[in-house]
């Protein structure tokens, strides 16, 4: 067969048969190249993008670690100082607690005949309207 088309081609006359047999391997041969072609870029490309994305994604994700490492120090420290502030206001509460009970306390009744003067609290000091932080 490749023969008589490599003689027909070169060594006489083109038939009919052979012009169509011509064309319709090079029609095949186009439509197969062509879509191979596309089926390659449009895969080559997504593989390209896939790395792009990846080598992008690991290189920052070591800097961003450290960020995260950083954050999570700076959080754990301002939990800290938060429960200190916490345990120093339930303090204060307590102690307040304690001095209005220390102030309200009844006077005692006295088994004695002799009446006793009944005793008084000292006031709290009263606080001017104002700034109170040492600032």
């Known amino acids: 067969m490749w023969s008589s088309i490599f003689h027909s081609i070169f060594?006489?006359?083109?038939?009919?048969?052979?012009?169509?047999?011509?064309?319709?391997?090079?029609?095949?041969?186009?439509?197969?190249?062509t879509v191979s072609a596309w089926l390659g870029a449009?895969?080559?490309?997504?593989?390209?993008i896939r790395r792009a994305f990846r080598d992008k994604i690991e290189i920052p994700?070591?800097?961003?670690?450290?960020?995260?490492?950083?954050?999570s120090r700076s959080v754990d420290a301002i939990a800290l100082e938060v429960e200190r502030i916490s345990e120093a206001q339930r303090y204060v509460a307590k102690l307040l607690a304690e001095r209005v009970n220390a102030m309200q306390m009844p006077s005692?009744?006295?088994?004695?005949?002799?009446s006793t003067p009944p005793?008084?609290?000292p006031s709290l000091p009263r606080r001017?309207?104002?700034?109170?932080t040492p600032h």
């Not at 449009?42 to 390209?48: N, Q």
């Open 11 to 33: 060594h006489g006359p083109l038939r009919e048969r052979d012009v169509m047999m011509l064309l319709t391997a090079g029609g095949v041969a186009l439509f197969v190249g």
């Open 42 to 48: 449009h895969f080559g490309a997504k593989r390209a």
């Open 61 to 71: 994700s070591i800097v961003t670690e450290v960020r995260y490492d950083e954050l």
């Open 108 to 114: 005692t009744v006295s088994t004695t005949a002799v």
């Open 119 to 121: 005793v008084t609290a």
């Open 128 to 132: 001017d309207p104002g700034v109170t």
